[in-house]
C-alpha cells in the first residue's frame, strides 16, 4: 500500500495543474468569503444575518468546485493520456490502486482545506465588525477558541475532504473528466434547487437532509441548531454516506471493467 500511495503522489504532484489547483481552492474560497462579508451590513436599519460563522465561510460554496476537479482529473486523467495501462500493469489490484489513490487525494485536499478555511474565518473576524458585527449588537468575534467555531471550521475541511472522495468516486465510475465534473456538480446544486421549487416545507426539509450539499454545510451552522433540517455531525455523515456510495460503485466498475 505504502509503494501504491508514493506512485499516486508522484502522479498527482507532476500532473499538470493540480498546485495551481490546489491554490485556486484556497484562492476562491478566502475571496469568496471575504467578498461576501465585506458585503453584508448590521444596523438598526439593516437586517442582521444570523450565523456569521457560516456566513464567513460562504466561499465554500465555490471551493468545493475546484476540489472536484481536482479529484476527477486525478483519476480520469490517466484514462485521457492511456496512463491508466502503466498503472494497472504496475498494480494490477486495482482496489489497492484506487485505495491508494483517495488516500493521497484527500490529504492534498485537506492540505488546502485547512488554509482556505483559516483564511476565510480571519476574514470575517476582521470584516464582519467593521460592518455592524459586534459584540454590542450580540456577535462575538469569531475565535476557533470558541468551539462551535471550532466545529465549523474543522467540519468545513473534513467537508471538502469527502467533497474530494465523492468526486474521485463518480470519476472512477464514467472516467470521462467532462462528465465526471458536470454530475458532481449537478449532484451538489441540484438538491438546493429542488428545495426551492418543492411545494410543501416537509418535501423541501427531506430534500435539505438527503442532498450531499445542503445536509453536509450544516456542519457550518453555528446559531438555531435546534431549527435545523439535520444536525451538523449528521449532515456530514449524509455527505459521507454519499462519498462511500461513489466509492464502491467505483470500484466496482474498476474491477468489472477492462481498461
Known sequence: MSHAMRAEWTKLRTLPGTAWLLLGVVAATVIISATVSTSVSCSSTAAC???????????????????????????SGEYATGMIRTTLAAMPRRTTMLAAKAAVVTA??????????????????????GHGYTPANGYPALSLANGTVLRAAAGTVLYLGLIALLSLGIATAVRDAAVAVG??????????????????????RHLQQIGPMTAGLEIQASSGLRGLPISP?????????????????????????DA
Do not use: C, E, M, N
Open 108 to 129: 492534498v485536499t485537506l492540505a488546502a482545506g485547512v488554509p482556505a478555511v483559516l483564511g476565510s474565518v480571519l476574514a470575517g473576524r476582521l470584516i464582519l465588525p
Open 233 to 257: 455531525w449528521a449532515g456530514l455523515g449524509v455527505l459521507a454516506a454519499w462519498a462511500a456510495a461513489a466509492l464502491l460503485a467505483g470500484a466496482l466498475v474498476l474491477r468489472l471493467r
Open 49 to 75: 444575518h444570523a450565523d456569521v460563522t457560516k456566513l464567513s465561510l460562504t466561499g465554500t460554496y465555490l471551493g468545493q468546485a475546484v476540489v472536484a476537479i481536482v479529484a476527477v482529473l486525478a483519476f
Open 183 to 204: 454530475a458532481v456538480l449537478g449532484l451538489l446544486y441540484l438538491f438546493p434547487i429542488l428545495t426551492q421549487l418543492a411545494g410543501t416545507p416537509g418535501v423541501a
